[in-house]
């Protein structure tokens, strides 16, 4: 029954209304503006949660709105300074350039390296589809010098990655290690959501065989209990990881569980005003959303 719920919703996600859509980013998007997340971010840190902060945007289509988001970015790391937070940053490559031209992105990838160098602080190139899986991990590379300023993300439903780990892991690497949200191709993705899992956990062992740093990113909460198993199996130390979640996602208690354990929980805080097509993504993967969302507002009435 909530199945067929469900695909109904999947069905007239393209016709909801943007009103109805606005109500979904309320709980999964940090505000439009920087000061608005800010305060977000600072009110997660009292509650004993670090952050990364993300302006929402992707596929940038000329060199100007590109530089224009990455300076965006460098005026974060200053009031991120300035305000004391633990926060660090995220950014899609395709929104500082990717895939306009090489010398635009490298330049302003560059640039974000340097900022994030000044304040001691992070940046993590999150992974975006597979045509840009090669030149992330390659820009991500050739930030090598500044390891531990940088990081990436890999994600477990693609064959490649358990090779792509392997590959890097002598560095003692620091990444994200997620499902991954779009939609691959079978010939390079695994579909069946137990092999995801599978996968996931076998490439997280890996990494922590190879003395990665890595931020667990999902809220499944078998997995959970699967990496939970691992960590305590493998004598796992607290200082080779962390976990991950997005902003407004529910987690049944976990996040109060993982920081008890002593655990560091890390909030992925997006903000912005291109909080539309971030919400629809939001609501695709999550359509019992819509039934959390009517009734909280019928309530209210
Ligand atoms: C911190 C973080 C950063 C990420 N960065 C990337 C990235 O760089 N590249 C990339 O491809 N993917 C990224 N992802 C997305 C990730 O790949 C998955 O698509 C997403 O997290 C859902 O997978 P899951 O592991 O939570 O498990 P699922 O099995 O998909 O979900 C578990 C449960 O959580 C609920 N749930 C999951 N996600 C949401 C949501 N967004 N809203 C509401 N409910 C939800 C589901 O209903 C389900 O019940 C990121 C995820 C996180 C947490």
Redesign the pocket.
């Known amino acids: 029954m909530i199945r067929l719920f469900n695909q109904i919703i999947l069905f007239f996600v393209p016709f909801l209304p943007k009103f109805f859509v606005s109500l979904i980013a309320g709980k ?1 998007v940090a505000g439009e503006t920087k000061d608005e997340a800010l305060r977000h971010v600072k009110s997660l840190n009292e509650k004993g949660f670090s952050a ?1 902060i993300d302006i929402l945007g992707e596929h940038v289509q000329d060199k100007e709105k590109a530089k224009r988001v990455s300076k965006s970015y460098l005026d974060l790391y200053d009031e991120i300074n300035n305000r004391n937070l633990d926060c660090n940053v ?1 950014i ?1 490559p395709t929104h500082i350039g990717l895939g306009l031209d090489p010398k635009t992105f490298d330049s302003n990838l560059s640039s974000l390296v340097q900022k994030a160098k000044e304040y001691n602080n992070f940046l ?6 597979s045509p840009y899986t090669d030149s992330t991990i390659e820009a991500f590379k050739n930030s090598s010098e500044t390891y531990n300023l940088v990081g ?2 890999f ?3 693609l064959y490649r990655t358990e090779n792509d780990i392997e590959s890097l892991s002598n560095d003692g690497f620091n990444f ?1 290690l ?5 939609h691959e191709d079978p010939d390079i993705a695994i579909q069946n ?1 137990d092999d ?2 599978k996968n ?1 956990l076998k490439v997280l062992k890996l990494a922590f065989n190879n003395g990665a740093y890595v ?1 667990i ?7 959970l209990e699967d990496v939970y198993s691992l960590i305590r199996d493998d004598k796992i130390d607290r200082s080779q990881f962390e976990f ?3 902003y ?4 049944s208690g976990w996040l109060e569980k993982h920081l008890e354990n002593g655990y560091k929980v ?3 805080v997006p903000f912005g005003p291109e909080w539309y097509e971030y919400s629809i ?3 695709k ?2 359509p ?2 819509v039934g959390y969302v009517l009734s909280n507002f019928l309530r209210k009435k």
């Open positions: 999964y990364t995220s899609k993590r190139i999150d992974m975006e589809n990436t993300v994600q477990a439903y994200r997620c499902k991954g949200i779009y959501r995801i899992n996931f931020g990113a999902t809220h499944d909460l078998k997995l991950q979640v997005l407004g996602v529910p987690m890390r909030v992925y993504r939001r609501l993967e999550n019992n959303i």
